[in-house]
């Protein structure tokens, strides 16, 4: 219906892909499309949301034409096979600014005005922020004034049966993303619940016999985590003493070894230490 409100003529059937991406070479920038269509007679259709401004609109255009274009036409194909293609901007500001609510783009002869190039690609941008209600269906002034409108805004009644069906859609959304966000909340309670002791042991310290949630793990894992603070200051380990450590899980040995490494002074002072 909001091609058929921008476009101004019926669209029997349209296939829709939401985040297209069209990227032929590692070297070459590839491009995401907001929203991808195609009707009944291969005509293609690409809408972009556009909120900040954006003086390379029209390059960016160009680029998003013949990247739908590369994809459309495939090797050995002839030209007359290729498609016609739309390429639609929504702004939330005016792009061209002349208080237009929609802006409409076609190759034509600089010496001929009336004659046009006829190369099936078109570009429209649509402006929020347009004057000429008289110059445009009634329809496309509500829904851009319902895009524009802020989050409070837009809860109200535009009088318009498509802004009401894309009001309830984002409802829908918004009640979605809630339900969506309790259940990942509690299976984080039940995941915690059943790891107690685990996440802070991780965080702590390290993860050895912590993964049955065990107390003496989560201990053990608080005190080598201690140790290895402590043992920073010295520098890199010798590996030898690093796998004594990784490997150990007398809770004695660990505390002895603490305070060890809090008396030394040096390397030599630490391993001796730790071997007594």
Request: charged content about 35%; overall charge negative.
């Amino acid at each position: 219906q909001l091609l058929e409100m921008v476009l101004e003529f019926p669209i029997e059937r349209v296939e829709v892909s939401k985040e297209h991406s069209l990227i032929y070479h590692p070297e070459h920038k590839g491009v995401r499309l907001d929203v991808y269509a195609r009707d009944e007679n291969h005509t293609h259709y690409n809408v972009e949301m556009q909120v900040g401004k954006d003086a390379s609109l029209p390059r960016r255009s160009r680029y998003y034409h013949s990247q739908i274009d590369m994809e459309l036409l495939l090797s050995g194909a002839s030209y007359p096979e290729l498609p016609d293609s739309y390429v639609i901007f929504i702004c939330d500001y005016d792009p061209c600014g002349k208080e237009k609510y929609k802006y409409t783009f076609r190759s034509c002869c600089e010496e001929v005005s009336s004659l046009a190039l006829e190369d099936g690609s078109c570009t429209i941008y649509l402006s929020t922020c347009g004057k000429n209600d008289r110059e445009v269906s009634e329809e496309l002034v509500k829904f851009l004034r319902y895009v524009k409108a802020d989050l409070a805004g837009s809860t109200a009644d535009f009088e318009d049966e498509f802004v009401r069906r894309l009001q309830e859609a984002v409802r829908k959304v918004k009640e979605s993303r809630e339900m969506e966000e309790r259940y990942m909340l509690l299976e984080e309670l039940l995941k915690t619940e059943r790891n107690e002791g685990r996440l802070e042991g991780l965080a702590e310290g390290k993860a050895e016999g912590l993964a049955e949630g065990k107390l003496e793990g989560m201990a053990v894992g608080k005190l080598k985590g201690k140790l290895e603070t402590v043992l920073e200051g010295f520098g890199s380990l010798p590996t030898e003493l690093s796998s004594r450590i990784e490997s150990e899980t007398d809770m004695g040995i660990l505390e002895s070894w603490l305070k060890a490494a809090r008396e030394a002074e040096s390397m030599e002072e630490l391993i001796e230490g730790m071997r007594q």
